[in-house]
């Protein structure tokens, strides 16, 4: 069987804009680059994984990837994310690929072996991975590509089990801890200086200070 990740990124010069009022934008583009980097790390190192695709719009997202082994699509801004994903994945199933594993590029914590207990848990239909806090879909696994259609927003992780229900197709939701949390808020940015290991994004969050500086605002 094959099995790609697949990772939307809308931009990395123009990420995280709700931290705006902490970090200013070189700061959020440098963060947005080490949880895209750490990202792609897990994924293609992951057992199970055959390859690893980003789709994007941005140039600097796609040198990105390109620089790290992985395969470039581009998005449609006019699809939105759940049209950009929904897309992709039917391009993919028509070249063959088996299962597609959607996962945010801003995981600070993910690891390969979280990948590769989702895969496990998994075999067939869809499988919804939530986000801690507020109900998001902070993984989605597809058997086949396009089974059901994306339905990414507030609350997605549900909708997306009733999409897949919808159509007959066997769905189930897996609580993992290295897809609990993505990185979208300052309180977030201050649960991963906290973090003892926390990966590539924490020690950039470190050394250029920033923890240093929330610390100081208490």
């Not at 507020?134 to 990414?152: E, Q």
């Not at 066997?170 to 808020?185: E, V």
Request: overall charge negative; proline content about 6%.
């Amino acid at each position: 069987m094959t099995t790609w990740a697949l990772l939307p990124v809308r931009s990395l010069t123009g990420a995280k804009s709700r931290l705006a009022a902490t970090l200013d934008a070189s700061e959020r583009a440098a963060l947005a680059r080490c949880l895209v980097q750490s990202v792609i790390e897990a994924t293609k190192t992951a057992r199970g994984i055959d390859a690893v695709a980003v789709v994007t719009g941005d140039a600097a997202a796609r040198a990105l990837a390109e620089a790290n082994g992985c395969r470039w699509l581009p998005d449609d801004p006019a699809l939105g994310l759940s049209g950009n994903v929904d897309a992709t994945m039917a391009q993919l199933a028509g070249e063959g690929v088996q299962t597609v594993v959607v996962v945010p590029a801003d995981l600070p914590l993910l690891a390969a072996a979280d990948l590769e207990t989702l895969l496990a848990g998994h075999g067939s239909g869809v499988t919804v991975v939530p986000a801690a806090a507020d109900g998001g879909t902070n993984a989605l696994v597809m058997t086949p590509p396009a089974a059901a259609p994306c339905r990414f927003g507030p609350d997605s992780a549900q909708a997306h089990l009733q999409a897949a229900r919808e159509r007959g197709v066997a769905a189930r939701l897996l609580a993992l801890p290295g897809f609990a949390r993505d990185l979208d808020t300052v309180d977030d940015v201050r649960w991963l200086c906290a973090q003892p290991d926390g990966g590539t994004a924490r020690e950039y969050l470190e050394h250029s200070g920033i923890c240093a500086r929330l610390r100081a605002c208490g």
